[in-house]
């Protein structure tokens, strides 16, 4: 199972203005079997291309195919929308219950939708799906009172009926304690042995624990296609770090290639990229997929030059 | 400050969104049509100006009605804007009070909603002044008009109704719960306030928009002179209402203000909390709790099981996805307070108005379970029903479940799902589908309950199913896919709304847009009757028709809804067109193609039966073609026609086949003193008249087959004296169906026609134009509605009508038939035996004329017969013939006791009975209405279906009618001139009056004065012309009979009496003068002494009201043991003119005062005797015997007064 996305771009107009806003730039992503992290700030066109692969927005051009064309025939995601729906696992961003239904009748309603319309088997897949969910004590509740997590994992349960061929997850740990996060990434990757998962984050550690594929993505372009592992091989020595006071960061800000600072204990700790030794008190840092983040959005690595062999 | 700025914030954040706008435009477009249409003015009275102030305060009402269904979302919006977008913890957190916030969001609020009714105002501005208005139409312009109905109607709509809608809104936090808001008032104005609390006078008080006190109160009351020139003014009821609903308001911003909070919304907890109230059932609905997983932390190894289980997908998947889909859209419905308003309130409500109207002028009326069905249906289209609500309700529940997911915020997750667009949008629609059917299933329910409490138990299940299920409910579900398609379509919520509430005006009011052939307006078809006679008739045909035709259309709009409905997040039409291409599929394209063939197919057919095989006119074709009429034919008003003096009619009614075959001959006499050498001969549109033929020779002049006029030329004068016969045959048989359906007259049982089929002679003016900006129109001279009392050659017009009739009919063997005159004989022909049909042939001849209109039935009947024989010497006998419906039964013994009591005491007193035959035919119809001819009196089945329980204090309604149609028998000719109808109706009340007196005594006599003094048609008002010249029904129902009943208290009943009877006896006789009210003022005057011959002037010949007052009453007892009682008083008379220009004039006239005990019978007074008041106060000295209680000045009310409570007073001692 192979999701083809060749050159996809998608603008919206941007309310009254004439400005169009370039949400997708000829976007090109092969993902195989498999979790596939989609990082990128907010902003970035993810949920856009999510979308687009979940069937709900149609881009402006470009193709997605979906399918193993040595295993049978291949989907025309853009055209054959029922077909992909079929197969499809979505969990958007942002959505909603029905506040006065039980948690049990609306996944069993849901249920229907996804076809599987037996009724023994339904009742199985329902109940599965709760226990999987740890939603099954409160089945009998209404949704109305369930809370951020408790409604993220019941779109979990609602996203893996039927066994879905794709699976599309735009930003689902948002709302998670982390206990729940770590189940439901657990689950994901299950998922992905069989499946495309394709999982939308701005959490660099999201994508770095599970996802054996990533892209990163910012204002509609795909900066960087790679293995997270790879990607942090490819930055070794080139990550430098220093602790400085928070008044001097404005001095090396002027010198460096700064790609992140983040605070520590009242003071900051910089990471900047350099592919020789800066001096100047910097040290050398092991890299991690942060600094691959960071350094993509600062334009170090990335966009349209694979640092690493593919 | 701050609420200045919440108000500023607010207003303009509205102002920048489409919909206010659209809403200025959409009332100033519907009122300018209004204002232009006269079609709201035609179902009302008489014509006023375009700008009169009556037409504006109309206009402005339903321009409110309309604001209140449309502009809803802005106080929705404002009430429920933060909490329906989540911005709420932002604001409920800033430092900004409770007041402040809510009062700044009311404001903007109303004074956009103020600033948006103000287009109702504009657009009747349009409507007067831009060009294209006969100017004669427009009078002086008056800004106060304008003025007044907006303050005294819009404003106060505007401001109880926001406050209700903002209410709503705030507390379910929803801004569709505005909506809900606008429901209650409009049912309040349509429901509860003019059907249940209609009659206690709390229908006007109650009336949140003005429907009642503008469009009913008003435009009765008012006189043309008062509607073009008099202001809407805040007195009386009107105020009364108006303080009424703005303290509702302000009572509703009250508990807005109180209920409200600066709290955390979870979900519908406010809600949750008071639904407890209703369900205790479900049980608290807390906050789940959230569950502590298992095991804390992290564990990896979690084994992912999720069951493989088979999926099927394709159509029975679609089916049942759609029925999923169903259950659940109609559970969301249901579960709401907008369901269970539907549901349950109005349901239960219905029982208290079936039960309120099973009665018919203070009688009550056997629920049969086609009455209580009328009550419980109406017409989808028919927009001031009660069940106008229906439809607004299937609107705002089709928003809903259009709406439902993605206000949820479920769209993505469900737009996702696998399945094919058709299954979730015929899933909401079945899901709406079901909600209707739940709740025609609880309006029988009603229904039959309501029949039970009143004792009735022949429910007739079937035709409730037929008639709820197969009638109405395709009515409601062809809107509910028409709303459904609008909200997909349109794809914005409240602007959904707005058009598909526009479609439901255009449908209800398609000639206000020039609309009116049933094939141009959706859903639209011919109307069904149903009787216990004829039963659904032929009625359902063309319906079904018709309705096929739209189903047809609702399949094409739905596959138009099916391949735009919108998936996931694209929104713009240009990619839902695209969209729409892709979706276009091998069966859509089919079941489009299907749909649009059968649109095909069945407008074709229909189109050939309304507009081919039958003439269409529009109402603008209709009165072109009178006017040309007119223009042509007129010219031969005046030629002198012969009269006709005899008729011959062969009828043969063949019911099943409904077909009527009528040969007849007209003897024709010149009665003119000058020759006739051309015959005028008027054909009837719709029927087919062949064979004209005139027994001496003719030459046929013109033909006029669009006109329906024919002319001949007599080779040889036709002189005076002289007679000729005219021969002529006439068709009737059903040429499939009209626009608007079939005509009924001929039915396989309940056959009623008149002769109206049969050519007529001469011009008729009855086919003129009538209404004035018509005539101005079409270039006609305006023309009196009817010739004037002082018309001398109008007195002497006695047209070319009447003359005895001779009628053989022939129907089905299982029929009788029934025409004018007695029956002389009856026979079959047709074989025993072997094929053809056996038939029944009737023979009935009249005896002197058969009058003006000659009715003729065949039906099932089974006849009643009795013979009255005069109590007199003279021996006369009448047979008496009732022909009724066999199973109506219950109301003969009623009905033929008034008929004997009504013959014995008119005889006596007016003269003999004309003939020796009456013949009484009960007519197919629900109507419960009674009608006389010479020789004949014709029912409706509802007639028969009074439910009169035979206690002692009960009013015997229907045979006071009865005694009033048998009066008619003795009604005079009398002349087609101002004040005709007192002539006919004013004399057969005060006779029925008179006999109801005679024969059931002295109360039953007070309960039918109450009964028509309570029952006024129209109030008491100042207006008009007097009785002479009176025409409309409570001149001639009420203030004539009234008048007479005075005239009989005042000068005797023998004088009164004998005067009607010397004008029976020189007007009954065949070639006397027609009479007119000129002559019975002349037999009344001739008996009246000259003391009270100013009361016969004041009650006929000048508009007059006495004024009286009891200022004051003491007793004191004198030496002898009576008692003097000292009464104050005051008194006034006035004249009113035709214009209701009021003049004082002095007064010195008979009253009677009446003085009575405590606790005796009103009936015995101490004291009642005339004395002479004149104008102004003073004071009168009475002697009773014992110790008085209660003074009453003109306690019978025999003199005319607006307001009689001031007229009694208890007596101080």
């Known amino acids: 199972m192979t999701l083809e996305i060749s050159n996809i771009s998608k603008s919206y107009s941007n309310g009254r203005s004439t400005e169009v806003v370039q949400a997708l730039k000829n976007v090109s992503l092969s993902i195989p079997n498999g979790m596939y992290g989609l990082l990128g700030p907010n902003g970035a066109g993810k949920s856009t291309l999510m979308r687009i692969l979940a069937t709900l927005q149609e881009p402006d051009e470009g193709s997605i195919r979906l399918g193993d064309p040595s295993a049978g025939p291949v989907i025309d995601v853009l055209k054959q929308k029922d077909e992909v729906r079929q197969t499809l696992g979505y969990l958007p961003q942002e959505f909603g219950v029905y506040p006065k239904a039980r948690a049990e009748d609306l996944l069993d309603y849901f249920a229907i939708l996804k076809g599987i319309t037996q009724r023994k088997a339904r009742k199985e897949v329902v109940e599965a799906l709760l226990r999987q969910t740890n939603l099954w004590d409160v089945r009998r509740q209404r949704l109305g009172g369930f809370s951020g997590g408790m409604r993220q994992r019941f779109g979990v349960a609602v996203a893996l009926l039927g066994n879905p061929k794709l699976m599309i997850v735009d930003e689902p740990t948002a709302g998670l304690d982390p206990a729940e996060r770590v189940r439901f990434l657990n689950l994901l990757s299950e998922l992905g042995e069989n ?84 001096g100047n008190g910097f040290e050398p840092v092991a890299p991690d997929l942060e600094d691959v983040y960071f350094s993509t959005m600062a334009g170090h690595i990335g966009t349209h030059k694979p640092v690493v062999a593919l | 400050m701050k609420f200045r700025e919440i108000v500023r914030f607010e207003f303009i954040y509205q102002v920048r969104r489409p919909w206010p706008w659209l809403f200025v435009i959409v009332l100033l477009v519907l009122d300018f049509l209004m204002t232009r249409d006269g079609s709201v003015s035609e179902v009302l009275y008489s014509e006023f100006f375009l700008n009169s102030p009556f037409g504006i305060a109309k206009t402005t009402v339903f321009g409110s009605l309309l604001w209140l269904v449309l502009a809803a979302p802005i106080a929705g919006d404002a009430a429920a804007r933060d909490v329906t977008t989540g911005m709420y913890p932002l604001i409920y957190t800033t430092p900004v009070s409770k007041a402040e916030y809510l009062g700044g969001r009311f404001v903007a609020a109303l004074v956009l909603n103020l600033l948006i009714l103000l287009a109702v105002q504009a657009g009747i501005l349009l409507g007067v002044y831009l060009p294209g208005v006969d100017a004669e139409l427009i009078g002086p312009f008056r ?93 009386g ?100 307070w907008a369901g269970l308003f539907m549901l349950a309130f109005i349901p239960l409500l219905a029982i208290p108005v079936v039960l309120d109207q099973m009665e018919s002028n203070g009688v009550p009326l056997v629920p049969t379970t086609i009455r209580v069905i009328s ?55 079945m899901g709406l589908a079901l909600l209707l059917v739940v709740f025609l299933t609880l309006q029988i329910g009603a229904g039959m309950l309501a029949q039970v409490m009143m004792d009735y138990y022949d429910f007739q299940i079937g035709l409730y199913l037929k008639i709820m299920f197969g009638l109405q409910l395709t009515d409601y579900l062809l809107f509910t896919l028409l709303a459904l398609v609008v909200h997909v379509v349109v794809d914005h919520k409240y602007i959904g709304h707005l058009v598909a509430i526009i479609a439901f005006v255009f449908i209800a009011l398609a000639s206000l847009f020039g609309v009116e052939h049933n094939l141009l307006i959706y859903g639209a078809s011919p109307g069904w009757s149903y009787t216990g006679m004829r039963g659904f008739g032929s009625s359902l045909l063309p319906w079904l028709w018709f309705k096929g035709y739209w189903a047809a259309w609702a399949l094409l709009l739905a596959v138009a809804a099916r391949l735009l409905w919108v998936r996931g997040r694209e929104s713009s039409f240009r990619v839902r067109l695209q969209l729409a291409r892709r979706r276009l599929t091998r069966h859509t394209a089919w079941t489009a193609g299907v749909a649009a063939g059968l649109i095909l197919i069945l407008g074709s057919y229909i189109f050939y039966n309304t507009n081919v095989l039958n003439d269409y006119h529009t109402a603008s074709e209709t009165k072109e073609r009178a006017a040309a009429y007119e223009l042509r034919y007129a010219r031969y008003a005046d030629t002198p026609q012969p009269r006709l003096a005899a008729t011959k009619l062969h009828i043969e009614i063949y019911p099943e086949r409904r077909t009527v075959e009528i040969r007849g001959t007209y003897h024709l006499v010149n009665r003119s003193d000058v020759d006739i050498d051309s015959i005028h001969v008027a054909t009837v549109p719709g029927v087919e008249t062949q064979a004209l033929r005139f027994n001496r020779p003719v030459a046929h002049v013109l033909t006029d087959e669009k006109l329906f006029h024919r002319i001949y030329t007599l080779d040889k004068p036709l002189q005076p004296g002289d007679s000729l016969q005219l021969a002529f045959q006439v068709l009737v048989k059903p040429h499939g169906f009209h626009e608007n359906g079939v005509d009924a007259s001929v039915a396989a049982n309940g056959t009623y026609f008149t002769n109206s089929w049969l050519p007529a002679i001469g011009y008729q003016k009855s086919r003129e134009l009538l209404h004035a900006p018509d005539r101005r129109e079409h270039g006609l001279a305006p023309r009196p509605v009817i010739a004037s009392l002082y018309d001398l050659k109008a007195i002497e017009d006695k047209g070319t009508g009447g003359g005895t009739l001779e009628t053989v009919v022939g129907t089905a063997s299982d029929q009788v038939a029934v025409a004018p005159g007695a029956l002389r004989r009856t026979w079959t022909t047709g074989p025993s035996s072997g094929p053809g049909q056996v038939r029944r042939y009737f023979h009935y001849a009249t005896a002197g004329s058969a009058g003006g209109e000659w009715g003729f039935f065949s039906a099932n009947y089974v006849v009643h017969k009795v013979q009255w024989k005069n109590p007199d010497s003279s021996g006369q006998t009448v047979d008496i013939q009732i022909f009724h419906n066999p199973q109506h039964t219950a109301h003969l013994d009623r009905l033929v006791r008034s008929i004997r009591t009504s013959l014995d005491y008119y005889s006596r007193e007016f003269g003999p009975y004309p003939r020796g035959y009456l013949s009484v035919v009960e007519g197919a119809g629900n109507g419960t209405g009674m009608h006389a001819e010479g020789g004949m009196l014709t029912y409706a089945e509802g007639f028969a279906l009074w439910n009169l329980n035979d ?22 000719p009398y002349a087609n001139v101002e004040g005709a109808p007192v002539m006919s109706e004013s004399l057969a009340w005060y006779y029925a009056i008179k006999a109801v007196e005679h024969t059931r005594g002295s109360e039953e006599l007070q309960r039918l004065l109450n009964f028509l003094r309570v029952s006024q048609i129209r109030p008491e008002i100042r207006r008009g012309e007097p009785l002479l010249r009176g025409l409309d029904p409570y001149m001639s129902y009420r203030k004539g009979p009234f008048a007479l009943y005075t005239l009989s208290e005042y000068l005797g009943e023998e004088r009164v009496n004998g005067a009607l009877r010397s004008l029976v006896e020189k007007h009954r006789k065949g070639e006397a003068p027609l009479a007119t009210t000129l002559d019975l003022y002349r037999e009344l005057k001739a008996v009246t002494p000259d003391t009270l011959q100013y009361l016969l002037h004041d009650l006929f010949e000048v508009n007059t009201y006495w004024e009286l007052k009891t200022d004051g009453a003491t007793a004191k007892q004198t030496g002898t043991g009576s008692w003097e009682v000292t009464l104050a008083l005051q008194a006034r008379k006035v004249v009113a003119d035709s214009a209701g220009v009021e003049k004082e004039v002095p007064m010195n006239d008979w009253v009677e005062i009446g003085i009575s005990e405590q606790g005796k019978d009103s009936d015995k007074p101490l004291y009642r005797q005339k004395r002479r008041i004149r104008s102004g106060k003073q004071t009168i000295l009475v002697t009773v015997p014992y110790k008085p209680d209660l003074i009453d000045l003109d306690p019978r009310q025999l003199l005319i007064e607006q307001k009689t409570d001031d007229n009694r007073k208890e007596i101080k001692l």
């Open chain 2, 951 to 972: 206690t002692q204090d009960s009013f015997d309604f229907p045979s006071a009618v009865v005694a009033h149609e048998m009066a008619h028998q003795w009604t005079v």
């Open chain 1, 195 to 278: 499946s495309v998962v394709i999982l939308s984050t701005h959490i660099v550690e999201d994508v770095s624990e599970l996802c054996t594929r990533m892209a990163i993505i910012n204002k509609g372009e795909i900066l960087l296609e790679a293995e997270p592992l790879k990607a942090i091989d490819g930055l070794q020595s080139h990550i430098w770090r220093r602790i400085v006071e928070k008044s001097a960061l404005s001095q090396l800000e002027r010198e460096y290639r700064i790609i992140s600072t983040k605070l520590l204990s009242g003071r900051t700790v910089v990471h900047i990229y350099s592919e020789e030794d800066p």
């Open chain 2, 237 to 336: 009821i009107v105020l009364t209402n108006r303080l009424l609903w703005v303290s509702i308001g302000l009572a509703g911003l009250a508990v807005t203000y109180l209920s409200f909070g600066f709290a955390h919304r979870t979900g519908s907890a406010s809600w949750s909390r008071m639904r407890q109230l209703f369900t205790p059932f479900r049980g608290a609905t807390a906050k789940a709790y959230a569950p502590v997983p298992a095991v804390l932390g992290a564990i990896a190894d979690t084994p992912v099981y999720v069951p493989k289980v088979e999926r099927r997908f394709g159509f029975t998947t679609n089916i049942h996805q759609m029925l999923t889909v169903a259950w659940a859209s109609f559970g969301s419905i249901v579960t709401s």
């Open chain 2, 375 to 429: 009550e419980l249906t109406a017409p989808l289209a028919d927009e001031l029903s009660r069940w106008v609500i229906i439809p607004f309700l299937i609107v705002f529940f089709a928003g809903e479940l259009v709406w439902r997911e993605r206000e949820a915020r479920m769209g993505e997750i469900t737009d996702a799902m696998p399945g094919s667009d058709w299954a979730s949008f015929l899933g909401k629609f």
């Open chain 2, 143 to 235: 800004p106060a008009a304008f003025v007044t109905a907006y303050a005294y109607i819009a404003l106060p709509n505007a401001f109880a109704a926001t406050t209700i809608q903002f209410f709503v809104a705030a507390r379910t936090g929803r801004a569709m719960g505005a909506y809900f808001g606008s429901f209650l008032i409009i049912f309040m104005g349509f429901f509860v306030a003019s059907f249940l609390l209609f009659k206690q006078g709390l229908g006007t008080l109650l009336d949140p928009i003005g429907i009642r006190f503008v469009v009913e109160d008003i435009a009765h009351l008012w006189t043309p002179i008062e509607k073009n020139r008099r202001l809407i003014g805040l007195e």
